[in-house]
């Protein structure tokens, strides 16, 4: 399984449409192929850091699916989006082999 992990601190006054963004690539990434599910996390309000971070998690089943999805005009277009509300040099992406728990 692929796991990218992204997160960014809004630009003042942008948290309501920073989640709508986050929300709008989610529901169009749950109809691509390879999409296995994701979270959209929101700051925790009884965090130490101030900084009031927002982030998402997606599962994919490879590199390439996600990949795939990712450069779609659509996609693209909301990416675009989002790197216009978020302040500059907060926006990171990690990517992650991730392998199931034995829980």
């Known amino acids: 399984m692929f796991v990218r992990i992204s997160y960014m601190h809004p630009k003042e006054g942008q948290e309501g449409r920073l989640k709508d963004i986050l929300q709008k690539l989610s529901a169009y990434y749950h109809d691509q192929p390879g999409y296995q599910g ?19 998690v997606g599962l994919w089943s490879s590199e390439d699916a996600a990949e795939r999805a990712a450069q779609t005009e659509h996609s693209m277009a909301l990416r675009s989006e ?3 509300i978020v302040e500059e040099d907060t926006h990171y992406e990690f990517s992650f082999e991730g392998s199931p728990d034995k829980v």
């Open 38 to 56: 994701g979270y959209i996390l929101n700051p925790y309000e009884h965090a130490e850091d101030p900084g009031r971070r927002w982030g998402r």
């Open 82 to 84: 989002l790197a216009r």
